[in-house]
């Protein structure tokens, strides 16, 4: 029998992870970090931003490999266990991130999840960076509602997405059950707008735990 919720899909940075990669990659300059926010909280557009914050920081490939480990070392408690215990029961986990694509990719391996939608950069030869992939929807405004719209279009089923902020939020549309979490970063905007809101992801799995109504779902 299929799950009620066939799909499932994360946001990555302050949800699954403790940390923003931007912030991480921009060495805490203030300028990123206000810009990170300001767009996270639905105060600035994403794409008056994104191309911005790159140009300012101009990550090289040795340091998008270094955040690709932090990444791994960042892990919000219980985000693996709550991931294993949905793909266990049956629902296709996506990671669905306007972070590095690089960075995102080794997180979604140890994770052991399949489905990744990010950001790809662009490098010269030498390591320094070049550009980013200004196809990509999730670049800009409402981009995460595209991506989710386009997967269910080629999966049956009903679908519930997780995430921190004001991007995430934007896929609500798109989707049968909004999860705003808190448990990174607390969003008044994401609190009052999302179907359940929660601080840990004991809580994420007990909302779909209910939602699956499967007495053994661990």
Known sequence: MSPPYRLVF???DSTLVTIEGIDILAGGDPRIVE???AAM???????EVYARRLELIRPSRAAVDALA???RRSLVDGAAETIAALQRAGAIVHLVTAGVDQAIAPLAKTLDVRHV???RLQFADDGSYADFDRRSPLTRAGGKEIVVRDIRARTKGKAAFVGDGASDLEAKAAVDLFIGFGGVRERAMVRESADVYVETMGEVLSALKDEFRISNFE
């Open 35 to 37: 810009l990170t926010e």
């Open 117 to 119: 939608h990010a950001v």
């Open 69 to 71: 480990a932090r990444y």
């Open 10 to 12: 994360f946001d990555v």
């Open 41 to 47: 909280n639905g105060a600035i557009p994403l794409e």
